[in-house]
């Protein structure tokens, strides 16, 4: 019984979530699904929720983990998932956006090195209002999904 108890209390705990508050924002969980080992790109993933009173702009960002990282968003067109470049990502007032599979993503093109899971990848997130942020991408276990096969066109 008492074993039983302790491992719920361990699949309740979330042991691989971080996270890092500036003056107004919270930056939950910077992610990225760890790409095969024969990956050119990775999708990366953020939590970010505006605590201040004004809007807030993620518009770009930097890593050595890869030759080029953009923002994208995915659309659907005739049932199939495209991307398509995003020139920044709004966070109003009070707000949180979820950037998850399926919607928003880092786009990580050219990746410099292997990346395996529990790797911490230094990335700095560029924001209009705040500046240039320092945090660090967590590589989480794979997703099944090999990103590197996704439509591209509109790059
Ligand atoms: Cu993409």
């Not at 505006?50 to 809007?55: A, C, F, I, L």
């Not at 983990?65 to 199939?80: K, N, Q, R």
Request: charged content about 15%; cysteine-free; hydrophobic content about 45%.
């Amino acid at each position: 019984m008492k074993r039983a108890f302790f491992s719920l209390m361990l699949l309740a705990t979330p042991l691989a979530a971080h996270d890092q508050i500036t003056d107004d924002l919270h930056i939950i969980h910077p992610s990225i699904p760890a790409p095969i080992a024969s990956a050119k790109s990775a999708a990366g993933y953020v939590t970010i929720s505006n605590e201040g009173d004004t809007p807030e702009e993620l518009i770009g960002l930097r890593t050595p983990f890869a030759v080029s990282s953009t923002l994208h968003t995915t659309i659907f067109e005739d049932g199939i998932a495209r991307m398509r470049p995003l020139s920044g990502v709004t966070i109003a007032p009070g707000e949180v956006v979820n950037m998850e599979p399926g919607g928003m993503h880092v786009m990580f093109m050219g990746l410099t090195g292997p990346a395996q899971e529990g790797d911490m990848i230094p990335a700095t997130l560029v924001f209009r209002q705040a500046g240039d942020v320092a945090i660090e991408f967590m590589v989480d276990p794979v997703d099944g999904a090999d990103h590197s096969t996704m439509d591209h066109s509109g790059h």
